[in-house]
């Protein structure tokens, strides 16, 4: 059963030049212990949707969606303090640099702590305060911290970034959300320490039944225990699919372009150029209409300038006017 | 093909001095000695840590070795003299938003290397210029433009376009392809090897991408808490790799990565 079910999300946000949908017309849909990877290049909006679903975003800007739910709860007609108990109950994110948002004043263990709930305990102040040292060391034993009692004294700025990440995890998971969104956690980190990061999110979501949404720029972040992938670019849905079939017969434009760059892909010949998308992602204030991947897209012909539909092949789904794979129009 | 660099025995050491006490000494990087040819391309790899950046540093000049000398054609390089470095050696740099000055127009900045270092006088440098850009597919017109103006991978090729004007026979780069996307990711590693073909340089690239050194690399420099512990050709150490690490730093990607499933490769 889908615990997040978003369809059709549009966000229009103010610009110098007007109204801008920086997200447009975006359905993602999310099943209970699934990991699902969204990937997209910087400026395509993944951030922005993730705090969408947190309802952490600036309130003057106009989110509409035919749906956005959570469970049975639709997230958009709920009152703020109905959706801030959804939130801090269900949901919880962990982002990009775990050294900048860990307070630098106060020690891990005082932040770990902080961020198990307490009200729930039985007992007294002090029975309490027993129980949540060992909750925050049941934690740090979770997440792969073996020294805990050295790491729970340290302060941020001591820890490496993979640990640092690893202890943004075990905060995120203290009161055990259903859904984790992991905004990009091993960007710029060491291949090792990013496998690392890697094994944890997958354990954590076949033990617990957490549902995890990935959010990365690249495929080769893409991990094996991800079933599904949704690619994005400007706010659009390029392609979403179980994540073998899209990787195997890539039917949009743009993941053909993905594949092709990642370098992994095909039996690439050292040196030798690499086919790639000409150009760069477009700003806010000039936004194409239409398809947006349109001006940097090879195939890109006339009938671009309006949106396509989403389409289905066989177990994706994608949008796109002039597809790399003939596909029935009455699939 | 004829040596270009040489590194002869180079080490780098930090004094780290508390209080009244003399300082302890600390290793950055224990004396390591390589060659690289003309048009190569050596991969430095490591963990973080583990000394890279500093035999990076130490080859542009940006630090004073503590032992050792390079030599470029045969020629030693003196420490201190930066005139006749920055001619041949060059370096880019991981941000390249912050590598540039964000007062100063990209022609100015692209002019002032021709500046120092030649006696053109503004016609043929502007003209110079001007073809440097076209070099790294940029258009005349970004003459004027002011580097937060340019999107992230406009601003790399304007670093590459300095570190390309005084034609120079070795880049040292440093993580430079870390912080781009991948579509323009792909786009500057284009840009580089046809640059490396046309001009014959040679790269010093810094990186712990394994999938970009199997790419582009020729030989593969493996560090490890400042010691050198695999040199070899990127061939070589990926088929039959002598260190544990060096298997490490190579298939890690690989191993948490959904492209590589025997699925995809069939």
């Known amino acids: 059963m889908n615990i997040l079910d978003i369809r059709n999300l549009s966000i229009e946000i103010e610009t110098s030049n007007g109204p801008v949908r920086v997200i447009d017309k975006l359905s993602l849909q999310l099943a209970e212990g699934e990991i699902h990877t969204l990937i997209g290049e910087s400026g395509s909006g993944k951030s922005l949707l993730a705090k969408a679903i947190l309802g952490f975003i600036n309130p003057r800007w106009k989110i509409t969606a035919d749906r956005l739910w959570w469970r049975q709860y639709d997230l958009l007609a709920l009152s703020r303090a109905q959706r801030r108990q959804i939130t801090g109950r269900d949901m919880a994110m962990i982002f990009q640099n775990p050294g900048t948002y860990l307070d630098p004043n106060s020690t891990v263990g005082e932040q770990l702590r902080e961020s198990i709930p307490s009200h729930d305990l039985p007992g007294n102040i002090l029975t309490r305060r027993k129980q949540i040292q060992k909750r925050a060391e049941e934690l740090m034993h979770r997440v792969g911290i073996k020294d805990h009692d050295a790491i729970l004294e340290s302060y941020p700025f001591e820890l490496s970034d993979g640990v640092a990440q690893k202890i943004s995890i075990a905060m995120a998971i203290a009161h055990r959300p259903k859904l984790l969104i992991a905004d990009e956690p091993t960007t710029a980190m060491e291949p090792n320490m990013r496998s690392q990061i890697y094994r944890l999110l997958a354990k954590l979501s076949a033990g617990d039944g957490m549902s995890i949404l990935m959010i990365t720029q690249d495929l080769t972040a893409v991990i094996p225990e991800s079933k599904r992938i949704s690619l994005v670019y400007c706010g659009q849905l390029m392609e979403t699919g179980p994540t073998e079939d899209v990787m195997r017969e890539p039917v949009q434009p743009y993941t053909g372009a993905m594949l092709s760059t990642s370098l992994f892909s095909s039996e690439t010949k050292p040196k030798s150029r690499l086919p790639t998308l000409t150009g760069a992602i477009p700003t806010l204030q000039h936004m194409p209409i239409g398809c947006r991947l349109g001006p940097r897209c090879p195939n890109a012909r006339r009938a671009c300038i309006e949106q396509p539909p989403l389409r289905s092949y066989k177990k994706h789904e994608f949008a796109c006017h002039y597809p790399l794979i003939e596909v029935d129009s009455h699939d | ?266």
Request: proline letters at 4%; aromatic letters at 6%; glycine letters at 6%.
């Open chain 2, 1 to 266: 093909m004829t040596k270009v660099l040489e590194v002869v025995d180079i080490s780098k050491y930090y004094i780290h001095k508390t209080g009244w006490l003399p300082g302890k000494k600390i290793c950055a990087l224990e004396p390591i000695s390589f060659s690289l040819e003309r048009g190569e391309t050596l991969a430095i790899m490591g963990e973080t840590g583990s000394g890279k950046s500093t035999i990076a540093k130490l080859i542009a000049g940006a630090e004073v070795p503590s032992q050792g000398d390079i030599f470029l054609n045969g020629q030693r390089l003196d420490p201190h003299n930066y005139r006749q470095r920055c001619q041949h050696i060059r370096m880019i740099f991981q941000d390249a938003l912050r590598s540039l000055n964000p007062e100063t127009s990209v022609g100015a900045q692209l002019a002032e290397p021709l500046h120092f270092n030649t006696d053109w006088d503004q016609e043929k440098k502007t003209s110079h210029v001007v073809e440097t850009l076209r070099k790294v597919g940029l258009l005349p017109d970004h003459y004027n433009f002011y580097p937060h103006m340019l999107s992230s991978g406009q601003q790399q090729r304007v670093c590459i376009a300095r570190a390309i004007i005084l034609e120079p026979q070795i880049i040292v780069a440093d993580e430079a392809f870390v912080a781009l996307d991948p579509s323009i990711r792909a786009q500057i590693i284009n840009l580089m090897l046809d640059l490396q073909q046309d001009m014959g340089i040679s790269f010093i690239f810094v990186t712990h991408s394994a999938e970009i050194v199997k790419h582009i690399a020729d030989k593969i420099l493996i560090m490890h808490h400042g010691r050198l512990i695999e040199f070899g050709t990127t061939e070589a150490l990926i088929k039959n790799p002598q260190q544990e690490l060096t298997k490490n730093l190579l298939h890690a990607e690989s191993k948490h990565n959904v492209l590589t499933h025997s699925t995809i490769q069939e």
